[in-house]
């Protein structure tokens, strides 16, 4: 491209000078005299400045808008001194676009007095490079960093990047430095924080294999305070690919395991206690149990001894009637604290639904007379004849359920309503017991389902009772993977309740057989007691009074033991056929008795006794030793029926 020139020179050098400027990749200009008049210019300075037809101008003529820029002035010190001007990355503003707002560009250039130059007649050499694209991209990369540091200082993780094997703090951020309590920059690891050992291992293996650590709750030592944190260390590389540092993020969760720990702890406690509890209950259980046998007992062997319809048959009944009423209340104690600890054991058994429901009705009935109440039960669907549930649990929330009923309705009737309804894979079993009694208000709905409450407490005073039959029933029916709710209630029209569990597919529901148990009856002569030499031990005279009494009915021939120790001695020097072992006694308990008498090679029958009804403990006598267990207060018929059953084999 030909050079804007108005001079013509014949010389080499001036031949030379516009070869050099026409063909250079950096903008060249060159201005003489004390106005700076352009004597020739390339393609690159006139792209710059946006200009063209510029040779034989002054500058302040073409460029006008860099008068106020100060480079007027660097010119005329580099005219004046004859020293050159070196500018590095130098704003300048330009009107590059007629009517348009001046351009920023950014230029490293050089003023050079020219060696033609002569006294009173200056030439200037101008030449450098547009570094505005170069400029703004380290400027923007500048940027980015600083937004990046800013975005880490005020994150709330702990973001540090340390440098070199020693771990030099480079850069922490705020969360960093709240943990720590003061700035580790410019500090190594150990120098900052040289008692938390846990970790300087650590990021000495990151920094020389390169390996990321990802660290869960790692217990960190911060100012002499055990501290936890979720930690990533990641290697940093230099731009030849070795290592050169690492960068730290991290997290402190303190609170969360502490607050863990705690609840953990606080959950133990609560285990602990419910066992206490648990225990406690069952040791009041076994002393309330203990007499109440013995008064269970005597009362049935008197009811034999007195006539029928004579007031101390009355008296008879009644202390049986309340003591029965005692039993109850400590089997439903039981059963709650059971639940509580998770120990409650259900079963699943095939169960004709129908015939449980009529034993329900029929042990309510004498109350229902009492009141000359109706109970009906309707069939809403068909019902089949098998359902699978726990027997037990279910008839013990019917009773509840139907006795309340009656305690709380003067006149009317108790209606059962039975309905069987596919639910999920399964079938749910629906019980609506619906009653014409005294009711409820919503304020004392609230209080129903509440341990020990009542909905008001001048229903204890009137109908008695604890509160604890709705919760007890409400946790089994949970329990048999269902649940009771009061469907509806008011004041003087009634209540109903809503009973349902699940009662199995329809594989399990419908077909399997039911095994009927015989009943034995507790007649002496239908057991094989007569003749049969029996060892009694227990350190209550009464309970030995009372077994005493049901074994001289059957013709046995018996004898006491007070202790274990005192039982071992007598079983293994006597020719007894069968033994009856408290478990909770002086000197040896019964389970010892049982165990070192197998272990002397006793292979008689050895039953049970203990007013002790924890989860385990039917297991715990079994695999001892012993061949059955009874609970207390004993059932005259369920003793006799087991010993019938291990002596006539």
């Given at each position: 491209?030909?050079?804007?020139?108005?001079?013509?020179?014949?010389?080499?050098?001036?031949?030379?000078?516009?070869?050099?400027?026409?063909?250079?990749p950096?903008?060249?200009?060159?201005?003489?005299?004390?106005?700076?008049?352009?004597?020739?210019?390339?393609?690159?300075?006139?792209?710059l400045?946006?200009?063209?037809?510029?040779i034989?101008r002054?500058?302040?003529?073409?460029i006008?808008?860099?008068?106020?820029?100060?480079?007027?002035?660097?010119?005329?010190?580099?005219?004046?001194?004859?020293?050159?001007?070196?500018?590095?990355?130098?704003?300048?503003?330009?009107?590059?676009?007629?009517?348009?707002?001046?351009?920023?560009r950014y230029?490293?250039?050089?003023?050079?007095?020219?060696?033609?130059?002569?006294?009173?007649?200056?030439?200037?050499?101008?030449?450098?490079?547009?570094?505005t694209?170069?400029v703004?991209?380290r400027?923007?990369?500048?940027?980015e960093?600083?937004n990046?540091?800013?975005?880490?200082?005020?994150?709330?993780?702990?973001?540090?990047?340390?440098?070199?094997?020693e771990?030099?703090?480079?850069?922490?951020?705020?969360?960093?430095?709240?943990?720590?309590?003061?700035?580790?920059?410019?500090?190594?690891v150990?120098e900052?924080?040289?008692?938390?050992?846990?970790?300087?291992?650590?990021?000495?293996?990151?920094?020389?294999?390169?390996?990321?650590?990802?660290?869960?709750?790692?217990?960190?030592?911060?100012?002499?305070?055990?501290?936890?944190?979720?930690?990533t260390?990641?290697?940093?590389?230099?731009?030849?690919?070795?290592?050169?540092?690492?960068?730290?993020?991290?997290?402190?969760?303190?609170?969360?395991?502490?607050?863990?720990?705690?609840?953990?702890?606080?959950?133990?406690?609560?285990?602990?206690?419910?066992?206490?509890?648990?225990t406690?209950?069952?040791?009041?259980?076994?002393?309330?149990?203990?007499?109440?046998g013995?008064?269970?007992?005597?009362?049935?062997?008197?009811?034999?001894?007195?006539?029928?319809?004579?007031?101390?048959?009355?008296?008879?009944?009644?202390?049986?009637k309340?003591?029965?009423?005692?039993?109850?209340?400590?089997?439903?104690?039981?059963?709650?604290?059971?639940?509580?600890?998770?120990?409650?054991?259900?079963?699943?058994?095939?169960?004709?639904?129908?015939?449980?429901?009529?034993?329900?009705?029929?042990?309510?009935?004498?109350?229902a007379?009492?009141?000359?109440?109706?109970?009906?039960?309707?069939?809403?669907?068909?019902?089949?004849?098998r359902?699978?549930?726990?027997?037990?649990?279910?008839?013990?929330?019917?009773?509840n359920?139907?006795g309340?009923?009656?305690?709380?309705?003067?006149?009317?009737?108790?209606?059962?309503?039975?309905?069987?309804?596919?639910?999920?894979?399964?079938?749910?079993?629906?019980?609506?017991?619906?009653?014409?009694?005294?009711?409820?208000?919503?304020?004392?709905?609230q209080?129903?389902?509440?341990?020990?409450?009542?909905?008001?407490?001048?229903?204890?005073?009137?109908?008695?009772?604890?509160?604890?039959?709705?919760?007890?029933?409400?946790?089994?029916?949970?329990l048999?993977?269902?649940?009771?709710?009061?469907?509806?209630?008011?004041p003087?029209?009634?209540?109903?309740?809503?009973?349902?569990i699940?009662?199995?597919?329809?594989?399990?529901?419908?077909?399997?057989?039911?095994?009927?148990?015989?009943?034995?009856?507790?007649?002496?002569?239908?057991?094989?007691?007569?003749?049969?030499?029996?060892?009694?031990?227990?350190?209550?005279?009464?309970?030995?009074?009372?077994?005493?009494?049901?074994?001289?009915?059957?013709?046995?021939?018996?004898?006491?033991a007070?202790?274990?120790r005192e039982?071992?001695?007598?079983?293994?020097?006597?020719?007894?056929?069968?033994?009856?072992m408290d478990?909770?006694?002086?000197?040896?308990?019964g389970?010892?008795?049982?165990r070192?008498l197998?272990?002397?090679?006793?292979?008689?029958?050895?039953?049970?006794?203990?007013?002790?009804?924890?989860?385990?403990?039917?297991?715990?006598?079994?695999?001892?030793?012993?061949?059955?267990?009874?609970?207390?207060?004993?059932?005259?018929?369920t003793?006799?029926?087991?010993?019938?059953?291990?002596?006539?084999?």
């Open positions: 491209m030909p050079i804007n020139s108005s001079r013509k020179s014949d010389g080499d050098y001036q031949q030379s000078m516009e070869t050099m400027i026409r063909t250079s950096s903008f060249m200009a060159l201005l003489s005299g004390p106005n700076f008049i352009f004597e020739e210019a390339n393609d690159q300075y006139l792209q400045i946006g200009k063209k037809d510029i034989g002054p500058m302040l003529d073409v006008p808008e860099i008068g106020s820029q100060g480079f007027v002035e660097i010119l005329n010190e580099v005219a004046a001194t004859g020293k050159p001007y070196i500018g590095s990355e130098v704003p300048i503003y330009l009107n590059r676009v007629p009517g348009q707002p001046s351009e920023k230029v490293d250039f050089v003023y050079q007095v020219h060696p033609s130059s002569k006294e009173g007649l200056p030439r200037i050499f101008v030449h450098g490079n547009d570094v694209e170069r703004l991209a400027d923007a990369l500048d940027n960093r600083r990046f540091r800013n975005l880490f200082k005020q994150t709330p993780e702990m973001v540090c990047i340390l440098s070199g094997p771990h030099l703090f480079e850069f922490v951020n705020e969360a960093h430095i709240r943990v720590l309590g003061f700035d580790a920059t410019g500090k190594t150990r900052a924080q040289p008692e938390s050992v846990e970790i300087h291992s650590i990021l000495d293996d990151v920094f020389r294999t390169g390996k990321t650590a990802e660290l869960k709750e790692i217990p960190v030592t911060v100012t002499n305070r055990l501290r936890y944190f979720n930690l260390y990641a290697a940093r590389y230099a731009t030849n690919g070795a290592i050169s540092g690492v960068m730290i993020l991290g997290t402190e969760v303190t609170d969360e395991v502490r607050a863990r720990e705690e609840l953990k702890k606080a959950k133990e406690e609560a285990d602990k206690a419910n066992q206490s509890k648990t406690f209950l069952a040791n009041v259980s076994h002393e309330i149990r203990t007499p109440l013995a008064i269970l007992g005597f009362s049935e062997l008197l009811s034999h001894e007195v006539s029928a319809g004579s007031e101390a048959a009355d008296y008879i009944e009644r202390i049986s309340n003591a029965q009423q005692l039993r109850h209340l400590i089997d439903e104690l039981l059963d709650l604290s059971k639940i509580e600890a998770n120990r409650l054991e259900i079963e699943r058994l095939p169960v004709d639904l129908n015939s449980l429901v009529q034993d329900v009705i029929s042990s309510l009935s004498p109350l007379q009492e009141k000359s109440l109706k109970i009906e039960v309707i069939n809403v669907t068909t019902i089949p004849p359902i699978m549930t726990d027997p037990m649990r279910l008839k013990q929330i019917l009773t359920l139907v309340n009923s009656i305690k709380f309705t003067e006149k009317g009737t108790v209606r059962i309503e039975l309905a069987v309804a596919k639910k999920g894979d399964g079938n749910e079993l629906q019980i609506r017991v619906i009653d014409t009694g005294i009711g409820l208000a919503p304020e004392q709905v209080r129903l389902f509440k341990p020990f409450s009542q909905a008001d407490s001048s229903i204890t005073r009137k109908f008695g009772g604890t509160g604890l039959g709705l919760v007890l029933s409400r946790q089994l029916a949970l048999l993977k269902g649940d009771l709710t009061l469907e509806k209630s008011a003087g029209q009634g209540s109903t309740f809503t009973l349902t699940a009662v199995g597919t329809d594989q399990e529901i419908g077909h399997r057989e039911i095994p009927v148990a015989k009943k034995e009856s507790g007649s002496g002569e239908n057991f094989h007691l007569q003749g049969r030499k029996i060892l009694i031990v227990d350190d209550v005279p009464d309970n030995q009074t009372l077994v005493r009494l049901y074994l001289n009915r059957g013709g046995a021939i018996h004898e006491s007070y202790d274990g039982a071992v001695e007598k079983a293994l020097n006597g020719d007894f056929d069968i033994i009856l478990l909770q006694m002086p000197k040896m308990d389970h010892s008795a049982a070192e197998r272990q002397q090679g006793y292979a008689k029958p050895i039953i049970a006794l203990t007013a002790h009804a924890l989860r385990g403990e039917r297991e715990k006598c079994l695999a001892g030793g012993f061949n059955e267990y009874i609970t207390k207060p004993i059932d005259k018929a003793l006799l029926g087991a010993l019938n059953r291990l002596l006539k084999h």
